[in-house]
């Protein structure tokens, strides 16, 4: 049982965190919310860096980067308040695309992606909004909505997952749209946390057979290893999400003095510190347990361990976010400081793909993980 | 990062699993089952088949009777023994005194000591706490008197586990009232049959007279009983604080309750339910399961290679994980008490004692969730775990980043 990353991957982590220690500060952030042109131009610089084509074999520029390496980005882009959509884009679509595409698709685009000319966002939802795809003469054609598309703002291309008609092998496909394509309407947004995200609708909106992902009736198992990375990838974010609210708040309490002490001789708060350090190593623990599960062939374990990871992360995310501001007194309720930023961010990770109550009524119903003693 | 065991260390599990289920007798195995707490005699029956195997005490180094096993396989053996319903060691003799006695005891002192701890011959009590000194320990005043070859020591101690039973005690006492109290301690070994030492029984709630009250009214102790050297006592307890790392969670423990929780809720009750049907009673069983999983990633976290960012003193994962183990295992007897319902509280014994032994496990639940209080004041309350976290994140480095 080893902890430890390897050289390459230090390396990796040290070459993102020094880019974003140097590039992506907070006052960036705020002076411009919304604006998605400096996002665009922030995408291509992960592309530089070859972030954004990691998961990609070295042919298509990339390392085959797999949850470790997610887990890495990820934790330092959650630490920096990252808004680009790395998650939806590199983690799930990119592996989605580098994973299950047919040569033919992955000579076209991969290298195009990896370049950043062209941005491929994952839209996968189970229940409720459905997409569907019925068989057509040219291929096929998707009807239907998708809302909360993330990174469906600034994405050209999606990789959405429809129900298809009429049923077939395990019901579902995976179909690589065209925003821009006729048959397609989007809306975009902000989430509170200044991710960008889209609802999606789609008439008619016509996919050739070059542009399915995989075998129609038999991706399903597919579509569920894509969102596990998502659900690992999100942790991971949260992770390093914490660790700098952590942070942030001994910065501040050893230097903020009310009553002419230091903050951080006061035991009450002292004590709270030391609950959020509880709280973020626990989350760290799972993270790795996460990422580690990702490799698991037993879609029965992986996906219990992503839903303790889910469980315990939304909630110490929760926990460590809404302490750091506590703990900050008024200055943590500015969008000046970045604790307001960071438990903004920490919920909405929660409230995704399932949120921590969600996860654990479904680890509950599922008999939980400790297997019943037989004397 | 690799998480799963190795085919060798699978291989190492079923070995102690089957060594376990041929040798272990089944009626202290079945103690385990029924919720009944060990005696000396389980433990020292169970621990000394163990010594036979070389197993009895794997943390200490190989010149001493250690395996010499990794990190990871320990914590497997240990898995292993609360699975299979195994008396914990005793923890004063290998945990403590042990361990101490190989660092800084003389060669004389480990010659004559140490195999007969291994072998479980002498059974060790800590003499530590004092009514007036608890959290705040270094204020200690069972004085020791250094006369000739021999010291006299007068005093008191308290919370003292077990001393009617034990061989011998290591005592903390003060050599030295000038300067700071942590500089003027020493550590003694004292044989409990010595003239002058007097035990008298403390009941707790949980209706058990474990703890003890020890008083020394100029009990002669000689001089090469003193561990180490003199006023250094207090070294060689925080010593201890860190050493102990590897199973300070005892989440085998609480997998252990777990395990067994999840067979008996799933039976009918008494009172005709299933407790395991209950939504809010599965869903807290299942968030015990997610906090447990997450505390003993953090423990193979902190023993396995690259695990952690700070190995050195300075780190606050020691505290973190007694703390969260405490309060987990608080947890999992809770929860064991949920389970038991009203059967917990109406099954007195044929002699009307309403907290003794009793053969049914439910009711003995409640003197169990009561015992189980301890586990966040006992070993440095969960308050000063707080102070000492918070003291180790404002001074050393910043935290986070390490992945």
Same mark, same amino acid.
């Given at each position: 049982?080893?902890?430890?990353?390897?050289?390459?991957?230090?390396?990796?982590?040290?070459?993102?965190?020094?880019?974003?220690?140097?590039?992506?500060?907070?006052?960036?952030?705020?002076?411009?919310?919304?604006?998605?042109?400096?996002?665009?131009?922030?995408?291509?610089?992960?592309?530089?860096?070859?972030?954004?084509?990691?998961?990609?074999?070295?042919?298509?520029?990339?390392?085959?980067?797999?949850?470790?390496?997610?887990?890495?980005?990820?934790?330092?882009?959650?630490?920096?308040?990252?808004?680009?959509?790395?998650?939806?884009?590199?983690?799930?679509?990119?592996?989605?695309?580098?994973?299950?595409?047919?040569?033919?698709?992955?000579?076209?685009?991969?290298?195009?992606?990896?370049?950043?000319?062209?941005?491929?966002?994952?839209?996968?939802?189970?229940?409720?909004?459905?997409?569907?795809?019925?068989?057509?003469?040219?291929?096929?054609?998707?009807?239907?909505?998708?809302?909360?598309?993330?990174?469906?703002?600034?994405?050209?291309?999606?990789?959405?997952?429809?129900?298809?008609?009429?049923?077939? %092998?395990?019901?579902?496909?995976?179909?690589?749209?065209?925003?821009?394509?006729? %048959?397609?309407?989007?809306?975009?947004?902000?989430?509170?946390?200044?991710?960008?995200?889209?609802?999606?609708?789609?008439?008619?909106?016509?996919?050739?057979?070059?542009?399915?992902?995989?075998?129609?009736?038999?991706?399903?198992?597919?579509?569920?290893?894509?969102?596990?990375?998502?659900?690992?990838?999100?942790?991971?974010?949260?992770?390093?999400?914490?660790?700098?609210?952590?942070?942030?708040?001994?910065?501040?309490?050893?230097?903020?003095?009310?009553?002419?002490?230091?903050?951080?001789?006061?035991?009450?708060?002292?004590?709270?510190?030391?609950?959020?350090?509880?709280?973020?190593?626990?989350?760290?623990?799972?993270?790795?347990?996460?990422?580690?599960?990702?490799?698991?062939?037993?879609?029965?374990?992986?996906?219990?361990?992503?839903?303790?990871?889910?469980?315990?992360?939304?909630?110490?995310?929760?926990?460590?976010?809404?302490?750091?501001?506590?703990?900050?007194?008024?200055?943590?309720?500015?969008?000046?400081?970045?604790?307001?930023?960071?438990?903004?961010?920490?919920?909405?990770?929660?409230?995704?793909?399932?949120?921590?109550?969600?996860?654990?009524?479904?680890?509950?119903?599922? %008999? %939980?993980?400790?297997?019943?003693?037989?004397? | 990062?690799?998480?799963?065991?190795?085919?060798?260390?699978?291989?190492?599990?079923?070995?102690?699993?089957?060594?376990?289920?041929?040798?272990?007798?089944?009626?202290?195995?079945?103690?385990?089952?029924?919720?009944?707490?060990?005696?000396?005699?389980?433990?020292?029956?169970?621990?000394?088949?163990?010594?036979?195997?070389?197993?009895?005490?794997?943390?200490?180094?190989?010149?001493?009777?250690?395996?010499?096993?990794?990190?990871? &396989?320990?914590?497997?053996?240990?898995?292993?023994?609360?699975?299979?319903?195994?008396?914990?060691?005793?923890?004063?003799?290998?945990?403590?005194?042990?361990?101490?006695?190989?660092?800084?005891?003389?060669?004389?002192?480990? &010659?004559?000591?140490?195999?007969?701890?291994?072998?479980?011959?002498?059974?060790?009590?800590?003499?530590?706490?004092?009514?007036?000194?608890?959290?705040?320990?270094?204020?200690?005043?069972?004085?020791?008197?250094?006369?000739?070859?021999?010291?006299?020591?007068?005093?008191?101690?308290?919370?003292?586990?077990?001393?009617?039973?034990?061989?011998?005690?290591?005592?903390?006492?003060?050599?030295?009232?000038?300067?700071?109290?942590?500089?003027?301690?020493?550590?003694?070994?004292?044989?409990?049959?010595?003239?002058?030492?007097?035990?008298?029984?403390?009941?707790?709630?949980?209706?058990?007279?474990?703890?003890?009250?020890?008083?020394?009214?100029?009990?002669?102790?000689?001089?090469?009983?003193?561990?180490?050297?003199?006023?250094?006592?207090?070294?060689?307890?925080?010593?201890?604080?860190?050493?102990?790392?590897?199973?300070?969670?005892?989440?085998?423990?609480?997998?252990?309750?777990?395990?067994?929780?999840?067979?008996?809720?799933?039976?009918?009750?008494?009172?005709?339910?299933?407790?395991?049907?209950?939504? &809010?009673?599965?869903?807290?069983?299942?968030?015990?399961?997610?906090?447990?999983?997450?505390?003993?990633?953090?423990?193979?976290?902190?023993?396995?290679?690259?695990?952690?960012?700070?190995?050195?003193?300075?780190?606050?994962?020691?505290?973190?994980?007694?703390?969260?183990?405490?309060?987990?295992?608080?947890?999992?007897?809770?929860?064991?008490?949920?389970?038991?319902?009203?059967?917990?509280?109406?099954?007195?014994?044929?002699?009307?004692?309403?907290?003794?032994?009793?053969?049914?496990?439910?009711?003995?639940?409640?003197?169990?969730?009561?015992?189980?209080?301890?586990?966040?004041?006992?070993?440095?309350?969960?308050?000063?775990? &707080?102070?000492?976290?918070?003291?180790?994140?404002?001074?050393?480095?910043?935290?986070?980043?390490?992945?």
């Amino acid at each position: 049982m080893n902890f430890e990353i390897s050289e390459q991957q230090r390396m990796l982590r040290d070459t993102v965190a020094a880019f974003l220690e140097k590039e992506y500060r907070l006052e960036r952030r705020c002076a411009d919310p919304g604006g998605r042109v400096g996002r665009r131009a922030m995408w291509r610089r992960f592309c530089e860096l070859g972030l954004v084509g990691l998961p990609f074999a070295p042919d298509y520029d990339g390392i085959s980067g797999g949850s470790v390496e997610n887990m890495l980005v990820l934790q330092a882009f959650g630490g920096a308040l990252v808004v680009e959509p790395y998650l939806s884009c590199v983690v799930m679509a990119g592996n989605a695309l580098g994973h299950l595409g047919d040569p033919d698709m992955q000579r076209r685009l991969l290298p195009r992606v990896a370049a950043g000319d062209v941005m491929v966002a994952w839209s996968h939802s189970e229940a409720g909004e459905t997409v569907r795809a019925s068989r057509t003469a040219g291929g096929w054609a998707l009807n239907g909505e998708r809302r909360l598309v993330l990174g469906g703002g600034m994405a050209d291309q999606v990789l959405v997952t429809a129900v298809i008609e009429g049923g077939r %092998g395990d019901g579902w496909g995976i179909f690589l749209v065209d925003i821009e394509q006729p %048959g397609v309407g989007r809306s975009t947004y902000l989430m509170p946390d200044g991710h960008d995200a889209a609802d999606l609708r789609f008439v008619g909106a016509e996919v050739t057979e070059d542009r399915v992902i995989g075998q129609p009736g038999a991706v399903l198992q597919h579509i569920a290893w894509v969102q596990d990375l998502g659900v690992a990838g999100l942790c991971a974010e949260a992770v390093g999400a914490m660790a700098e609210c952590l942070r942030t708040t001994v910065e501040h309490m050893k230097t903020r003095q009310q009553f002419g002490v230091p903050l951080s001789t006061m035991q009450a708060l002292q004590h709270k510190a030391a609950d959020m350090l509880m709280e973020l190593e626990m989350s760290r623990s799972m993270t790795m347990y996460a990422a580690a599960c990702c490799n698991d062939e037993d879609v029965a374990i992986r996906a219990k361990a992503l839903s303790a990871a889910k469980v315990r992360i939304g909630q110490g995310g929760r926990f460590v976010g809404q302490a750091s501001v506590q703990m900050h007194g008024a200055i943590g309720m500015t969008e000046d400081c970045k604790v307001g930023h960071l438990l903004r961010r920490l919920v909405v990770i929660d409230m995704l793909f399932g949120d921590s109550d969600a996860h654990l009524q479904r680890l509950a119903d599922a %008999g %939980g993980l400790i297997e019943a003693a037989t004397w | 990062m690799d998480l799963k065991f190795t085919p060798e260390e699978d291989r190492f599990r079923m070995e102690v699993r089957n060594f376990l289920e041929t040798h272990m007798p089944a009626d202290i195995r079945r103690k385990a089952a029924e919720g009944r707490a060990f005696d000396k005699r389980d433990t020292v029956t169970a621990q000394r088949i163990l010594y036979g195997k070389g197993w009895s005490v794997p943390g200490w180094s190989p010149e001493w009777g250690g395996t010499g096993w990794s990190p990871v &396989r320990t914590h497997i053996f240990r898995d292993e023994n609360y699975r299979a319903g195994v008396p914990e060691p005793h923890s004063i003799n290998i945990s403590m005194i042990g361990p101490m006695l190989i660092a800084f005891g003389s060669e004389q002192q480990k &010659r004559r000591l140490l195999p007969r701890i291994a072998a479980y011959e002498d059974w060790w009590c800590q003499g530590f706490s004092e009514p007036s000194a608890g959290s705040d320990l270094a204020s200690l005043r069972t004085k020791a008197q250094r006369v000739g070859d021999h010291y006299l020591v007068s005093g008191q101690k308290i919370w003292t586990s077990q001393s009617y039973q034990a061989d011998w005690m290591f005592c903390l006492v003060r050599t030295r009232s000038e300067g700071k109290p942590q500089q003027g301690i020493s550590m003694l070994l004292i044989d409990m049959r010595t003239p002058g030492l007097t035990v008298r029984r403390i009941r707790s709630i949980d209706g058990g007279e474990h703890l003890t009250e020890v008083f020394f009214d100029n009990v002669r102790v000689p001089s090469e009983n003193l561990l180490g050297e003199e006023n250094r006592g207090w070294d060689y307890a925080r010593y201890l604080l860190g050493h102990e790392r590897s199973n300070i969670t005892r989440v085998g423990l609480a997998k252990a309750r777990v395990a067994h929780l999840k067979a008996i809720s799933a039976r009918r009750s008494s009172a005709g339910d299933i407790r395991l049907d209950a939504p &809010r009673f599965r869903t807290r069983l299942a968030q015990l399961e997610v906090d447990l999983l997450a505390l003993e990633m953090t423990q193979l976290r902190v023993i396995s290679t690259g695990g952690t960012h700070r190995g050195d003193r300075t780190d606050p994962i020691t505290s973190v994980l007694k703390l969260k183990g405490s309060e987990l295992n608080q947890e999992a007897v809770e929860l064991l008490l949920s389970a038991a319902g009203t059967d917990a509280l109406y099954k007195p014994n044929p002699a009307g004692d309403p907290m003794a032994e009793n053969p049914d496990w439910a009711s003995r639940s409640f003197s169990n969730y009561c015992f189980f209080r301890a586990m966040t004041i006992f070993g440095g309350t969960s308050e000063v775990q &707080r102070n000492i976290i918070a003291r180790m994140l404002f001074s050393g480095p910043a935290p986070g980043g390490e992945s």
